[in-house]
């Protein structure tokens, strides 16, 4: 939705009054970072896709609502018993009363009221970020033949806009902005029991088992092992991620995130499939998913595959110099083996520095300043941060991170513009140039700790 974001907030005239969209979206960090999840259920992914429709000071609750109820009964087929439908019940904080006409929209389509359900700011009050746009929501749930829910669509009412300040202020105009999750109605439509049984997953999950070695003493395949079924499903969704990004022209060089999922990948493929080639292998597997809609896919998979066995290589020396320090490590400070994860970048130099910080910080609460540091210096993501703190029993100040984490994203991408500025699209040229010179991973090394 960023760039309707002026269009919400008054700033610039709407390209049109309503549309609709298939966005792609990446959650694996920030406010809706689904990254831990990813692969202990069947529904979560770090990338996935959000069909979308859009009003922009057009229509409103009742026809948004209306509609959304239209599609799932009618081309969908689905039943109002299959359906459970969540309103927001209002929140003093954020100085909005319950939702009674949302609520009352339902009613009077036919959602029974044993299926619709008030919920707090938790769950049905969406913001974008911590400041920007937005608005009570109402949720659309889908009932699993086991009784539990799966949320499908969102539907969001934008009046709001939060402040820096944190004060949520009226806008002027109304708007309408939906998502519903391309892989969760696949599943709901093939009756199908997850998101990795449709036809977006199989062929991925088909390439994994063919492509394994040796996953003894499991019997290999998927569905076999709950332990290896999360490492298959884990994978899978990341090779989909990794693959669109590279795609896109996001390098790993310049974005954390992406490294750090590579390198997740990379570890899965080493340590559970004993084969570590299988990401280009199974970039192909994507391209003839998505390859038809996305046509860029195809037309950069010489770049994306480039990119992966360099960073392949990286990763196994980075492993082999890890290992090494990962047993010094443990000698000094033996609550390290709990973590029992050898490879977390810049783990040696970073625990050390976390360890001593807090040891002269009289405090159980760790400071956004130092989560900050662990985060861009020595490269932990977010997850294992919140590892590390509670291996020590502390919490983390996630606020001062975050603040320090959205200035420093803001420099990086003026920096990133201001470099490329002269050369067209913003990351099409590097590609062109990594082709003509080769692709060299930025020298980070000092940064985590290892030798690239
Ligand atoms: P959930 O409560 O399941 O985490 P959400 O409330 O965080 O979902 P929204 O921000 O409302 O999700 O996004 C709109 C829709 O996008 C959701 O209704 C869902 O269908 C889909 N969706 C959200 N997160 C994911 C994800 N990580 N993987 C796949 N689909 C997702
Ligand atoms: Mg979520
Ligand atoms: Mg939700
Ligand atoms: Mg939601």
Known sequence: ????????????????????????????????????????????HTFFEMLGNWSFGDYYKKEACQMAWD???????????????????????????????????????????????????????????????CGPCTEIHYVNPDGSLTEIWNLVFIQCNRETDGSVKQLSRHHVDTGMGLERMATILQQVPSNYDTDLFQPIIKAIEKNSKDVSPYTGSYKSDALLDCAYRRLADHARM????????????????????????FKISTDIFKNPNLLPLLYDEVVQTLGSTYPELISKAPDAKVIMEHEGQAYAKMRAGLVKKWKELVVVYPEVEAMGDVEMAGFPLGYKEFKETMSKHNSTIVPGELVFKLYDTHGFQEDIIQRIADLNNLTIDKKGFWKLLSKHKQRHKTSFKEQNSNKGLLFDESIDNLLKNGYKSTDDSHKYNYEV
């Open 71 to 133: 599609l799932l009964l009618g081309p969908y087929r689905l039943k109002p018993e299959d359906l459970v439908v969540t309103y927001f019940s209002g929140d003093a904080i954020i100085g909005l009363p319950e939702d009674r006409e949302c609520r009352d929209i339902w009613k009077s389509i036919g959602v029974a009221p044993s299926r619709l359900k008030g919920l707090g700011a938790a769950d049905n009050f969406w913001e974008m970020g911590t400041t920007g746009p």
């Open 242 to 265: 990794i693959s669109v990004c590279l795609a896109d022209g996001v390098f790993p060089a310049s974005s954390l995130n992406l490294k750090q999922i590579m390198r997740k990948s």
């Open 1 to 44: 939705m960023n760039q309707f974001k002026g269009v919400f907030l008054g700033k610039v005239a709407p390209p049109c009054i309503r549309a609709v969209n298939s966005q792609k979206c990446v959650r694996v960090g920030g406010k809706h970072n689904d990254l831990e999840v990813v692969g202990t259920d069947g529904h979560h």
